[in-house]
């Protein structure tokens, strides 16, 4: 069962107490789970307060109000501010520590011909020991608006959608040169500018000027009347690279570059091939298709071809538990209508939403 939590107060600092009053248990168990999977990955000796409180000095530089929320979340949740300023750049410190990590999460956008409804669906994957802490958190702020986020407790933001006709979803990627120190985490990048951009342009804007120390593609899906947009915004330390839809509308990312020169120094697919196989599969089975739905494209993803690699992954019971990926949760994004469905799990937990008729 998921959780769904909507802030009642819309100033930065009052969010962030009330968010660590209300989950201060999730917060800790999520600052426990990340410190030992530091360890347990790292491949050389850290000192993580000091990398949380660099994390938090880029947050306050890149966006001020989410240094404050954080701050007041970690005294809501009595709990160290830098550890949350860790666990908000986790992957940034990932990277940081050399961590070997295999890429996670397919996303697939399908955009119409003079229409303003586009259809914006991935899966996220992580590692199994986090199914149960995640959230989907709805923020209302003073000027009216809504941001819509699925996160982690704890973390500010990820895969969302504004009520402005802005939406995001994340795919995380690996490039040589991540990890040379601690960049604007991207999950604060994420969260940031759909609180704070108004459209696509200063959402790219934006993005392209966090300087990142780890990579991550962003899929941005905009909407306005009857017309939409979709670009992914492969972030990595070099600058921003972008992906377009093909000609038909269809915009599939996995875990790998799309995008030149990064391409050139992608660590992905000679580590983990899979990224090419389930990019493969979803580009075969969405190319030249009418009428999809998000319904169409979760029955598409409900592919468990490449065991634990798959596009709906799973543990390996013959493996060791630890360290393991599973599809956390299926995430749905209408933008249009500035709403978010996250379903727990992959898509073969849910099939009253799959619709397999490709007709």
Same mark, same amino acid.
């Given at each position: ?76 949740? $009595?709990?160290?501010? %830098? ?131 780890? %990579? ?22 070099? $600058? ?65 071809? $490449? ?53």
């Amino acid at each position: 069962m998921s959780i769904r939590f909507r802030s009642s107060v819309t100033e930065p600092a009052e969010r962030g107490l009330e968010f660590g009053r209300v989950h201060g248990e999730k917060i800790q168990a999520t600052v426990d789970n990340y410190r030992a999977l530091f360890e347990r990955v790292a491949t050389r000796p850290f000192d993580l307060l000091a990398l949380g409180s660099q994390a938090l000095a880029r947050i306050e530089a890149f966006a001020p109000p989410l240094y404050q929320e954080i701050l007041a979340m970690a005294e809501g949740a $009595g709990t160290e501010p %830098s550890y949350l300023g860790a666990i908000n750049a986790r992957t940034e410190i990932l990277a940081h520590l050399g961590a070997q990590l295999r890429g996670e999460c397919s996303t697939v956008v399908r955009l119409e011909p003079f229409s303003g409804k586009p259809v914006a669906v991935q899966t996220w994957d992580w590692y199994a020991e986090f199914a149960g802490q995640w959230l989907t958190w709805e923020i209302p702020h003073a000027d009216g608006s809504l941001t819509t986020t699925v996160t982690e407790f704890g973390i500010v933001g990820k895969a969302g959608v504004n009520s402005r006709g802005l939406g995001v979803h994340f795919n995380i990627l690996h490039h040589q040169k991540d990890g040379q120190g601690i960049g604007v985490p991207v999950h604060v990048a994420s969260r940031w500018m759909l609180d704070s951009c108004k459209d696509i342009n200063q959402a790219l804007q934006l993005l392209g000027s966090a300087q990142v120390s780890a %990579s991550s593609s962003l899929t941005l899906i905009a909407a306005v009347d009857d017309s939409s947009a979709a670009v992914s915004v492969e972030l990595h330390p070099g $600058g921003p690279g972008l992906v377009f839809p093909d000609a038909d509308g269809l915009l599939v990312h996995t875990n790998h570059f799309l995008s030149g020169p990064a391409r050139e120094f992608d660590t992905e697919p000679a580590a983990y091939p899979d990224t090419l196989v389930r990019h493969d599969l979803l580009v075969r089975r969405l190319a030249n298709r009418r009428g999809l739905t998000p319904q169409k494209v979760l029955a598409a993803m409900n592919s468990h071809l $490449g065991g634990i690699g798959a596009v709906c992954c799973h543990p390996d019971p013959s493996l060791p538990e630890a360290g393991q990926y599973a599809t956390l949760a299926s995430i749905v994004i209408d933008v249009a209508g500035g709403t978010l469905t996250a379903l727990p799990g992959g898509p073969c937990g849910h099939p009253h939403w799959l619709d397999n008729d490709f007709s």
